[in-house]
């Protein structure tokens, strides 16, 4: 045998080995490849199923989607709407606004002018009845004047009456005289000269008819009621007085105010106050004169 031979021979051994080898690792992890394949088709097949079911999924959640925002849609065109609503109800609430601050404007310039109007109004009728005041002041000085006058008038008047009763007694008296010289001259063939009066004549001033005569009546303030303005005093029909009388409230020599008499009793009378320089108290003096 030569020795090529021997190395074919070798080589063969030498590769049947291996290929043996081959052999029994192909033998050995052919069941191990099959138990993987299994594996892997039943992970594809569990993959495929949760794939179908997420692409189910994912497609309802596709149509809740298209659900949502076809609702989202008709309510934003619904909001779009009531936006433009809105900015028109706000554009006439603008214009309505603008217009009530323009009238608060304009009645603030009214009420300014009618508050001075008022200031003046006030300042006139606090000058006026100041003026009032003075002027009843002076028509009451003036009224007492006019009472002293005419009180002095009427003594006047009185002593008057008296010159004139004398005057008629001496003119019975000169008519007797002149009657009894006539009477002692007529035997004689003489009458008495007429007399001349040295001064020329004056009429003479006679009383009128309807003499005013003053009732004087006095009493006492009796109670008083501030609040209401009224007053009551301490004379009533008996005394002479009468419904709508005046009677003056004094103070020693002071003027306090006027009462009206509005209601008589047969003792007691009640007024109204009036002209009040001074508020009256319980006691104070009343007259019908000053």
Known sequence: MSALTKILIVLLTISSIFLCGIVVTYVANADNYRQKYNDLKADRDS???????????VN????EKRLLEDRLSSEVVSLKAEIRKLEGDLKNVDRER???VQKVNSWASIVQDFSQTNDKQLQLLKDTREELNKVQAEQIRERKELNETTASLIEKMAIIETLEAERKRLLEEKTELQSRLDQLLQPFGKVAAAPVPVTPPRDIARPATDTIRDIALRGLIADVDLKNSMASISIGRADGVKEGMKFYVTRGDDFLCE????????????????????????????STNL
Do not use: W
């Not at 993959?47 to 999924?57: M, P, V, Y």
């Not at 309802?60 to 149509?63: F, L, M, P, V």
């Not at 009640?270 to 508020?279: C, P």
């Open 60 to 63: 309802e959640k596709i149509s």
């Open 47 to 57: 993959l495929s199923r949760k794939a179908k079911d997420l692409t189910k999924q």
């Open 259 to 286: 009462i009206l008499i509005i209601d008589v009793e047969a003792e007691e009378a009640v007024g109204v106050l009036e002209l009040v320089q001074q508020q009256p108290r319980v006691g104070d003096n009343v």
């Open 98 to 100: 603008a217009g009530l």
